[in-house]
């Protein structure tokens, strides 16, 4: 297993979770990272990514100012803390390496995490 997440569970609505991502990748330092998410019946989505240097982020609007992504490379670990959290981020969560980050977003996955599945009650 490269990418182990790790970290997801219940919260309530307006609440705050931190879910954890390590990896086994020798070249983790200079991985781009990223989080996507999939809720019930619905397509895999873009959350957040991560530059390899950890000096530049990139969220999905609809997390923009709630969620941040950030990185240990020391411990090979990319995390994602989510606070004010909403019904509609429920879903299973999965990290993921990717070859770039265009447009906004983590492109070229080669590699994704087992998900953490991330509940919010209303």
């Known amino acids: 297993v490269q990418l182990q997440a790790c970290g997801g569970g219940l919260v309530q609505a307006g609440g705050s979770l931190r879910v954890s991502c390590e990896s086994s990748?020798?070249?983790?330092?200079?991985?781009?990272m990223g989080w996507f998410r999939q809720a019930p019946g619905k397509e895999r989505e873009f959350v957040a990514a991560?530059?390899?240097?950890?000096?530049?982020?990139y969220y999905a609007d609809s997390v923009k100012g709630r969620f941040t992504i950030s990185r240990d490379n020391a411990k090979k670990t990319v995390y994602l803390q989510m606070n004010s959290l909403k019904p509609e981020d429920t879903a299973v969560y999965y990290c993921?390496?990717?070859?770039?980050?265009?447009?906004?977003?983590?492109?070229?996955?080669?590699?994704w995490g087992e998900g953490t599945q991330v509940t919010v009650s209303a």
């Open positions: 993921a390496q990717g070859t770039s980050i265009s447009r906004g977003a983590l492109l070229g996955i080669n590699y």
């Open positions: 990748r020798r070249t983790f330092s200079i991985d781009n």
């Open positions: 991560i530059s390899w240097r950890g000096d530049s982020t």
